[in-house]
């Protein structure tokens, strides 16, 4: 038997007692029946918990919901029959096993309470989800879940790639001289150390320090890499699982808003505004439903002309930037091409301008998609956010895109010098001015808003923090980030500390400039398309420039540890040359040469992918038929279960003492306001008095069928 | 705080941890946190219960909607007064916690919203239930009319068997189904 039919058993006694035993005598029982009952199957309760080991039995007992001192009931009694059953089996191993469990299990609560007292920002994320609620909490959420994949990149990168560079490097200095604009642009200084690719040499030729260099690289950065990707895809599916598949996806649900209640906010004045929040979206639902949705044709045509025009503007403004960065870009070349002294200060300053109009087209273009929707006409205020988040990223990825373009077509064959130094250098400026715009949008966005809308124009109010804007920030400053990982080991360094400053900077300003979001729920599902979003576009996006640029580029010639190979991929097959000669690795060399290297194996791999997709599919249609038939199954069997216990009832009243049926009008069922047609319900209406006492419907029903249940097994024992 | 009453035997307190979902720091928190609430006299008590009053003069339940029923769910008192002993508060805390299964928030939540004890959500429980919710002053209510209509979208939903209430599987069916109650229904101290 399952811990669901215990847990049954554990709601017995607080669904029944409570009725009173007015209504107990009402239908024929005493209150010592009951509780011989309840006791019956308590014992039984505790003989299932006696034959589960010592961790299930106390997993068990605490998912009990019964009061504490009925647990340790329960849980004496269950010690006390194990005792004695070992009583008999009184061997030392027995004894010794069961310690080594107990001081096991002791070390696990241990270290996990020790866990917990180290979490980071433990208390500070408490206090945001007790003012501003869950959906804001998840922001800084996932900001905090960004910092844990960027301080794993940057330990790895450091201990398999930085310190052995060091080490092989240490006693030489870079001969530029170090201004402070190098923290700003990343040239300079900074572009002869370990922070970019030119910074590492393969040193096994030269020196005696036997470290390869291009296989550790290689390597280190590829299993950063599908570590990634692994946890994402499992992040992913489980959270789309939790959230999408296993709930309820009807707009407006009420039951939904209702359960949604954060009982962790404690602010008097939050409560009372999430109250009539919530009461003004039941009312916007509620009208929703009642409405019609008839339009006529015109107003519909014109709908649909409105919708297509404000695509089209979004595409021309998203396209139009592209095209403006794209020049710049190649501006930017032809500077390089031009100047002759590449120390120049106000050289390197200018190399900002393309971050700069980056970071301005992020910020400004986002403002103008949400000014247009304001004039498109949405019915559902959800499909709104999802159309303002699709335009948002497409207009960020694409901008991305000519970007990873013009790297990988113009800079490999038009700069001079260590190209894959430069391409470093340039996502190190873009993360550092979208820091600088991340702050910028702060101040502007929260802060003056605020200001504005309590001084200025008060109708406009307080702001709320713009949760999409945010995290879709995040995204596409993590994304930079995972593009950079080749090009700058270093660069998760950076993205670290941006994402630390960033966390509290925007504490701060949530705090004094926003208000709790007015439209409550579907926090969970907005989570799982912002995890969705990191792996689709974000992280395969950057993944295939990193395989591009490893697989099909030519490493510079002058620096990095790549120099000479033709492609960086080809580190790999010279190793595998070179172990192919080791006869104990040949089956090594074996898998390398008919498992990656050929082209058949991933035919096959991904022939039997789609078979097995559309296996699963056809499970997940057959399961969806069984859901709606399980559900007119158990109508049916409501319905029996009720003309069953009338008939039991009849009989009852039929077989009790005068003195019974005198003061029992038999029970009264409620009378039924729900209209559904029904056509037993009708024989089963009987006078109703609503002021008397009734038995409530199914513990009633769940005593009649115990009673049943025990005349039965007493008479089984007869035979 | 300098009375040995005060202080938490080691084996109560492993007891503790294994019967309910606290760690060792959250059950030495919520006992900090109960002894500061007793009367002093009550402080050399045996088993000391505190009257509902002042468990409701803290910060995490006072603006609570449901704070007088979470107190009367989860009080082992015989008069049904909503007092607490600190087991009671353990129970109570152990429930809200992080760590606790969907199944146990699901049924102490049907717990907390069956006003009248009975067993089943009703019509007039859910009409409570939303009245609590929404506001209880005339001007924040539900006209009867909407009130009728959200009742009937709401047993429509749920109401599996068509019986015109909801049990308790009925609940948890519909709680499995809104991902964001388990992450709300949450009381840390």
């Known amino acids: 038997m399952g811990v669901t039919s215990m847990r049954r058993r554990g709601t017995l006694k607080t669904g029944l007692l409570p009725g009173g035993n007015v209504a107990l005598e009402k239908i024929g029982l005493t209150e010592e029946d009951v509780r011989d009952e309840i006791m019956s199957e308590e014992q039984d309760l505790v003989k299932e918990l006696v034959t589960m080991s010592t961790r299930e039995c106390i997993q068990a007992i605490r998912d009990l919901p019964m009061c504490m001192e009925d647990k340790k009931n329960i849980r004496n009694q269950v010690l006390a029959s194990k005792s004695s059953k070992k009583g008999f089996l009184l061997t030392c191993s027995a004894d010794c096993s069961e310690q080594i469990s107990l001081s096991l299990r002791r070390c696990g609560v241990g270290l996990s309470s020790a866990r917990q007292a180290v979490r980071l920002w433990q208390g500070t994320m408490k206090e945001i989800g007790g003012r501003f609620g869950t959906s804001v909490l998840s922001y800084f959420s996932f900001l905090k879940w960004l910092l844990m994949f960027n301080t794993i990149s940057f330990l790895v990168n450091f201990g398999f790639i930085t310190i052995p560079q060091l080490v092989q490097t240490s006693g030489r200095s870079p001969d530029v001289r170090f201004t402070g604009l190098e923290l700003i642009t990343g040239a300079g200084y900074f572009n002869q150390t370990v922070m970019y690719y030119g910074g590492y040499i393969n040193g096994t030729k030269d020196s005696d320090f036997k470290y390869n260099m291009q296989l550790a690289y290689f390597f280190t950065i590829a299993a950063y890499l599908v570590l990634c990707g692994v946890s994402l895809i499992y992040s992913m599916a489980r959270s789309f699982r939790r959230n999408f598949v296993l709930s309820d996806l009807s707009s407006g649900s009420a039951w939904r808003l209702l359960c949604s209640w954060d009982f962790s906010m404690v602010n008097e004045r939050a409560v009372r505004q999430r109250k009539n929040n919530l009461r003004v979206q039941l009312k916007e639902s509620l009208s929703e439903m009642m409405q019609t949705n008839f339009l006529p044709v015109s107003e519909r045509m014109k709908q649909l002309g409105i919708h297509l025009c404000t695509w089209v503007v979004s595409a021309g403004l998203a396209a139009g930037s592209c095209a403006a960065i794209y020049y710049l870009c190649q501006y930017n070349l032809q500077q390089i091409k031009v100047s002759q002294n590449p120390g120049n200060l106000k050289e390197e300053a200018s190399t900002l301008l393309l971050p700069f109009v980056v970071s301005l087209f992020n910020l400004v273009i986002p403002l103008l998609y949400s000014l247009l929707s304001k004039v498109e006409n949405y019915s559902n205020p959800r499909f709104q956010i999802y159309v303002i988040i699709l335009r948002n990223v497409f207009l960020k990825m694409s901008i991305l895109s000519i970007l990873c373009f013009h790297w990988v077509n113009n800079v490999t064959t038009n700069v001079p010098m260590c190209w894959e130094s430069y391409v470093g250098q340039d996502l190190y400026r873009l993360v550092i001015v979208n820091f600088f715009f991340s702050i910028f949008g702060s101040f502007f966005g929260e802060f003056l808003r605020r200001i504005i809308g309590t001084r200025c124009m008060p109708s406009i109010g307080i702001p709320e923090f713009d949760i999409a804007t945010n995290v879709l920030d995040l995204i596409y400053a993590q994304t930079l980030t995972w593009i950079g990982i080749y090009f700058s080991p270093l660069l998760p360094l950076i993205q670290m500390i941006k994402l630390f400053l960033l966390f509290y900077l925007k504490k701060v300003s949530l705090n004094r400039n926003c208000q709790p979001p007015r439209r409550s729920g579907r926090a969970a599902q907005m989570q799982t398309i912002y995890i969705a979003l990191l792996f689709f576009p974000s992280f395969v996006g950057a993944l295939s420039l990193v395989a591009y640029t490893v697989w099909c580029l030519t490493p510079s010639d002058s620096c990095g540890p790549f120099q000479g190979l033709n492609t960086t991929f080809e580190a790999v097959s010279l190793w595998m040359e070179d172990t192919a000669i080791i006869s104990e690795f040949s089956w090594a060399v074996w898998i390398y040469s008919h498992m990656i290297k050929s082209e058949l194996f991933f035919f096959l791999l991904a022939l039997i992918f789609l078979v097995l997709i559309y296996f699963f599919w056809q499970i997940t249609q057959g399961r969806k038929m069984l859901i709606i038939l399980l559900k007119e199954q158990i109508i049916n069997e409501g319905k029996d279960k009720a003309f069953l216990l009338e008939k039991l009832r009849t009989f009852q009243n039929l077989s009790l003492v005068p003195y019974h049926a005198e003061n029992v009008h038999g029970p009264q069922y409620f009378e039924r306001t729900y209209q559904t047609e029904s056509d037993y319900s009708e024989g089963y209406q009987r006078g109703a008095c609503p002021e008397e006492d009734t038995p409530p419907f199914a513990s009633s029903a769940l005593m009649q069928a115990m009673m049943a249940r025990r005349q039965a097994e007493e008479e089984d024992e007869e035979y | ?189």
């Not at chain 2, 500061?36 to 409701?56: G, Q, T, V």
């Not at chain 2, 009975?118 to 939303?130: A, F, I, M």
């Open chain 2, 1 to 189: 705080m300098g009375t040995s009453a005060s202080q938490l035997p080691k084996d109560l307190l492993s007891e503790y941890q294994e019967l309910t979902f606290l760690t060792k720091q959250e059950i030495l928190l919520a006992h900090k946190r109960f002894t500061e609430l007793l009367a002093k006299d009550d402080r050399s008590c045996s088993n000391p219960r505190l009257p509902m009053s002042r468990i409701l003069t803290l910060p995490e339940l006072k603006s609570n909607p449901f704070k007088e029923r979470i107190c009367l769910v989860f009080s082992t008192s015989d008069n049904k007064d909503g007092s607490l002993t600190f087991e009671d508060f353990l129970d109570l805390l152990s429930a809200f916690s992080d760590s606790a299964t969907s199944d146990i928030k699901s049924h102490y939540a049907f717990r907390i919203f069956d006003f009248d004890d009975d067993g089943t959500l009703d019509r007039k429980d859910l009409e409570r239930l939303v009245n609590c919710l929404t506001g209880d002053t005339d001007e924040t209510r539900l006209t009867s009319d909407e009130m009728k209509q959200l009742i009937n979208n709401i047993l429509e939903e749920s109401d599996i068997d068509k019986d015109g209430t909801v049990n308790l599987s009925e609940f948890q069916h519909v709680i499995s189904r809104s991902p964001d109650f388990v992450s709300s229904f949450k009381i840390v101290l």
